[in-house]
């Protein structure tokens, strides 16, 4: 059966990488990602955004800043940019779709 919810989790987690390897060299604010994961998941909440980069950055994938005003700030890290660029294996937890353009 198909859990919706763990879809929707790893889903947001591989946009949100690909929206900060898309911000490199300078990372973005959570409230730009945010806005991005709302273009897929309307009501994507800064909540839900935040748990997603947590767990990011608990996986050594992303760098965090959580700055006294409240905000944070989120930054690829060298295996953040490595897994979006397909360069290492991405383990369960992240729907990295496959690399079907590669021809292997």
């Given amino acids: ?24 060299p300078i990372g973005a604010y959570e409230e730009v990602v945010l806005s991005t994961i709302q ?7 800064t909540m839900e955004v935040r748990k997603e980069l ?4 608990d996986r050594k994938l992303v760098d965090l800043i959580r700055e006294p005003s409240g905000r944070w700030f989120a930054e690829l890290n060298r295996l953040g940019v490595d897994l979006a660029e397909y360069t290492i294996d991405c383990e369960p937890g992240i729907a990295r779709p496959k690399k079907y353009w590669s021809g292997a």
């Fill in 54 to 57: 947590d767990y990011l950055a």
């Fill in 39 to 45: 273009g897929i998941y309307p009501d994507a909440t």
């Fill in 1 to 24: 059966m198909l859990d919706q919810a763990k879809t929707r989790r790893e889903q947001i987690r591989w946009y949100i990488i690909l929206t900060l390897n898309n911000a490199r």
